[in-house]
């Protein structure tokens, strides 16, 4: 018996042009899936590269998203797993100086475009699949200036919950995934700093995630060895909600606030 096989899986990822949704597509094609990977930009190359397909789609538009699960449909015969990865960040912003169109903006894709994916994939879906949202470490609190990102990504937990409840009467399983910073261009983002500076101090384990170890995640979640487990956040955080890392405590030691 083969564990953790995804042969003959059909997947879906969006926001699989670059960062996780790349690792992710290009792990769910190694496990044996038939991978389309949907991006607001081309990544037909990419999809070539490694073996899977690529669709164009915008996950804020509900067209684009039914176009997408239609096409992989009319296509591919079925669809087993689909993964609502796209997402953006914004320049930190105070909540005192919030921009409204800015967290609209933010919550377009973040949040709305789950909702497009909640909404379509399990049309097309059959019984007994798998879908997986991305949050963030985020939706457990971050820093001051990340509110729009920080609320966008509870409301993909809450939609999570949501979802799990309403697809089990048909087996299919909702989960999402909360990564600490994943070492992809969103963590070097411009003006979202200062996550990128403290976060190897805040962290126990020190380090960002690799976009490969988060992919690892799904894969297990994506899995038919994982039909137990729905309507779950699960964190991938080196340690970070467990505590304050040790050298976050020694180097406050060293250097007492002037409280
Ligand atoms: N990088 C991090 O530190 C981090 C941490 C936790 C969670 N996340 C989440 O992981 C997910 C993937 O982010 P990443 O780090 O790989 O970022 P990334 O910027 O490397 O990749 C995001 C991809 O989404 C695509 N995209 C953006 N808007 C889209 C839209 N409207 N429709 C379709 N595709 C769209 C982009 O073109 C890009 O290819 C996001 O949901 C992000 O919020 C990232």
Excluded: W
């Excluded at 044996?32 to 990419?46: C, Q, W, Y």
């Excluded at 296509?75 to 409204?100: F, H, R, S, Y």
């Excluded at 995640?217 to 909600?241: N, P, Q, R």
């Amino acid at each position: 018996m083969e564990f953790f096989s995804l042969k003959d899986k059909v997947a879906v990822v969006t926001g699989a042009g670059s960062g996780l949704g790349l690792a992710t597509a290009v792990r769910f094609s190694q496990a044996g899936a038939k991978v389309v990977m949907a991006d607001i930009n081309d990544a037909s190359e990419l999809a070539e590269k490694n073996g899977c397909r690529f669709i164009r789609a915008d996950v804020t538009k509900e067209t684009d998203v039914e176009s997408l699960l239609k096409q992989t449909y009319d296509t591919l015969g079925k669809i087993d797993i689909m993964v609502n990865n796209a997402g953006i960040i914004l320049p930190e912003q105070l909540l005192a100086d919030a921009v409204l169109e800015d967290f609209k903006k933010l919550y377009e894709v973040n949040v709305f475009g789950v909702v497009n994916g909640l909404k379509y994939a399990p049309r097309y879906m059959n019984d007994g699949g798998a879908i997986l949202n991305t949050a963030s470490n985020s939706a457990n609190g971050d820093y001051a200036g990340y509110g729009a990102y920080i609320s966008s990504k509870c409301a993909v937990v809450g939609l999570t919950k949501a979802a799990a409840i309403e697809l089990a009467p048909r087996n299919i399983r909702v989960n999402c995934i909360c990564p600490n910073t994943i070492n992809t261009p969103m963590a070097y983002a411009e003006g979202c700093e200062t996550e990128l500076q403290v976060m190897s101090i805040t962290t126990p384990l020190g380090r960002m995630c690799k976009a490969e170890e988060a992919a690892a995640l799904y894969h297990f979640l994506a899995s038919d060895d994982c039909k137990y487990i729905t309507g779950e956040d699960i964190y991938i955080d080196g340690g970070l909600k467990a505590g304050p890392s040790i050298q976050m405590i020694e180097h406050l030691i060293s250097k007492p606030a002037a409280f």
